[in-house]
């Protein structure tokens, strides 16, 4: 599963984001800095 996929079903599952701290606590299992780096520059 890709990580835009991955962070997709969190959603759905539980819900809105808060903010980027509740996206990385929640999604910790499939984004690092790179995954990160390139999510924001994206």
Request: charged share 35%; hydrophobic share 30%; proline share 0%.
């Given at each position: 599963m890709e990580i835009g996929e991955?962070?997709?079903k969190e959603r759905q599952t539980n819900g809105k984001f808060?903010?980027?701290e509740d996206?990385?606590?929640r999604c910790q299992h499939?984004?690092?800095k790179k995954s990160?780096?390139?999510l924001i520059k994206s």
């Amino acid at each position: 599963m890709e990580i835009g996929e991955s962070i997709q079903k969190e959603r759905q599952t539980n819900g809105k984001f808060l903010s980027l701290e509740d996206v990385l606590k929640r999604c910790q299992h499939v984004i690092n800095k790179k995954s990160l780096e390139g999510l924001i520059k994206s």
